[in-house]
């Protein structure tokens, strides 16, 4: 028999941030095999995967995936993301030919302006009963 072990790949992100949030949202929608599981930076899981991954605990503004136990953040975790998403989304990982301080730069204006631009919730959004099982 031939046995494969899953590899559970985590994004972190910005529980408060309605950007984030709706980033989840769309990745849930578009994430069919249900490749990652989510939990938000302001999270107990969350902490816990940010000491164990020796991350910040304090700064919230970065979007972070965690696939094999490799951590990759900010454009590089957004685009490796797309390769696993329905459709034609994975041809946006042609993106990372752009070298990472072009992109990061694109990323971190939008990071430091995404709650004018978009809002910010009082408090973390909460799955659905369907989606429970892909939160930490």
């Known amino acids: 028999m031939n046995y494969q072990l899953s590899i559970i790949n985590y994004i972190l992100f910005d529980g408060v941030c309605n950007l984030c949030n709706s980033s989840v949202q769309f990745v849930l929608k578009h994430d069919k095999k249900a490749v990652y599981k989510f939990a938000s930076l302001q999270s107990e899981a969350g902490l816990q995967l940010l000491i ?25 975790a957004a685009l490796r993301v797309t390769r696993n998403l329905k459709g034609m989304l994975p041809i946006l990982y042609l993106f990372i030919i752009v070298p990472t301080f072009i992109r990061d730069s694109v990323y971190n204006y939008i990071s430091q302006h995404r709650y004018k631009w978009f809002g910010k919730l009082e408090e973390c959004w909460l799955p659905t009963k369907e989606l429970r099982d892909r939160f930490l």
């Open 52 to 76: 164990k991954y020796g991350l910040s605990r304090t700064e919230f503004n970065s979007f972070i995936l965690i696939e094999a136990n490799k951590v990759y953040l900010k454009s590089t």
